[in-house]
């Protein structure tokens, strides 16, 4: 899911500075730089990332000022998500900063015939991946069709019958002068 309308960017951003503790079976920063490194090179500013609660269950919002940005849905947040799906997703996220959305049969797509062909030479684990989406998380999630995305129902944790995720409590700043 790309989001490139700075509308739209603010809602994410905005729960970003309500970070919610990584819970996961792997180190999402190193994964992420793998990926990088070994699928798609040519992206030239690495993105953060960010588990947030927002209603896509991921993201990425690019930006002329700021570098890009990958937000993970909550959801996803979970020991029992298997490597393979997050390196898919994140895999997916940066493919965007690649390949631009273009006009197919008249109607502008983000993930054109390009988008499509380069994600399935990239990504082996692809089917298994959605698969295991689809086994896992089907309850939970919405197909988007006009935003091109996946959204994530508000009542997922109960859906789940999992705790929602722990949100981490900054202490207020501290003035020393
Ligand atoms: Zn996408």
């Known amino acids: 899911m790309l989001i490139q309308d700075l509308r ?12 919610i503790l990584p819970y996961v079976n792997c180190d999402l920063r190193a994964l992420l730089a793998e990926v990088h490194e070994q699928r798609t090179p040519e992206v030239c500013r690495r993105p953060g990332i960010f588990f947030v609660e927002q209603g896509w269950l991921a993201c990425i919002v690019e930006s002329q000022e700021t570098n890009p940005a990958i937000y993970l849905h909550g959801i996803l947040d979970n020991l029992e998500v ?6 898919f997703i994140l895999t997916h996220e940066l ?23 380069r994600e399935q030479r990239l990504c082996p684990e692809l089917p298994t991946v959605w698969e295991w989406i689809w086994q896992h998380l ?9 935003a091109e995305g996946l959204r994530v129902r508000r009542d997922w944790a109960r ?11 900054f202490p207020p700043p501290v003035d020393f002068f």
Do not use: C
């Not at 959305?101 to 390009?114: C, D, F, L, Q």
């Open 159 to 169: 859906v789940l019958g999992r705790p929602r995720t722990v949100r981490v409590e």
């Open 8 to 19: 739209r960017a603010a809602r994410p951003a905005r729960y970003r500075r309500q970070p």
């Open 95 to 117: 493919i965007h900063l690649l390949v631009p959305s273009a006009e197919v049969n008249g109607k502008m797509t983000s993930h054109p015939p390009r988008f499509r062909e």
């Open 138 to 146: 089907w309850r939970t999630l919405v197909i988007d069709r006009k």
């Open 82 to 87: 298997p490597q393979a799906v997050f390196r």
